[in-house]
């Protein structure tokens, strides 16, 4: 049959509020997490990244938690601007294997409202 | 601050056709990495590359596709006789030792007609 894109869920935020994106990870054996933003035509971007052995890290307007009991994790923006709009994508480094490759999440895409 | 350089951004190809695909990843990186991302879709692992060998590489990678470092700077992908299938943004990644950030490319867009 015909192959479909991958829908994305789409959060809707208005210009300075906080924005929440989260992600289900699937290795529960996974000791390395990043979040990427990837703007239109773009490479992903890293934004942040989080080590197993911790369950919350920030950065400057990010921060980034870890619940390693249900596999979640979530990026937490501050102070939304137009300029975050994109889509954001999780990352999960199993282990397993020299090259350390990273298995992505499905994407979550962020639209900034002026 | 560093990049990764991929050219060309944007290649179209007849199917059947032989491309090459080129990175030059950050100098001091040891390792290299190529994914894909068809439209819409997430982005797959392809393919890692260290020592000058294929450390893992996924099902997608099969026997049409290759990766050479011919320089120590390029880092290349080739698809042999390319499929409508493997239109897809295609991103070379890398990263130094120990180091478990990585740096991405800004993508080749391939389109195979």
């Known amino acids: 049959g015909e192959s479909v894109g991958l829908h994305l869920p789409t959060l809707s935020v208005q210009e300075g509020d906080n924005s929440i994106i989260n992600c289900a990870y699937s290795n529960s054996a996974s000791d390395y997490f990043i979040w990427y933003k990837q703007e239109s035509g773009k490479g992903p971007q890293f934004i942040i990244d989080i080590r197993s052995n911790m369950d919350k890290r920030q950065g400057q307007r990010v921060t980034v938690l870890l619940n390693k009991t249900v596999k979640h994790l979530s990026l937490q923006i501050a102070a939304t601007q137009p300029g975050d709009s994109a889509v954001y994508f999780c990352?999960?480094?199993?282990?397993?294997?020299?090259?350390?490759?990273?298995?992505f999440g499905g994407g979550t895409r962020v639209l900034v409202k002026p | 601050e560093p990049e990764v350089t991929q050219t060309p951004s944007h290649q179209v190809t007849q199917m059947g056709q032989e491309v090459i695909l080129r990175c030059v990843p950050i100098s001091n990186h040891l390792y290299f990495y190529w994914y894909r991302q068809i439209l819409g879709q997430k982005v797959e692992f392809l393919v890692s590359?260290?020592?000058?060998?294929?450390?893992?590489k996924s099902e997608i990678f099969d026997d049409q596709f290759s990766v050479e470092r011919p320089d120590g700077s390029n880092f290349t992908l080739k698809i042999r006789s390319t499929k409508l299938e493997d239109s897809a943004m295609y991103f070379c990644?890398?990263?130094?030792?120990?180091?478990?950030?990585?740096?991405f490319g800004s993508g080749t867009r391939l389109t195979v007609v």
């Open positions: 590359f260290y020592n000058n060998e294929i450390s893992e």
């Open positions: 990352a999960e480094n199993p282990p397993g294997g020299p090259g350390n490759k990273l298995t």
């Open positions: 990644a890398s990263r130094g030792q120990g180091a478990y950030g990585y740096t």
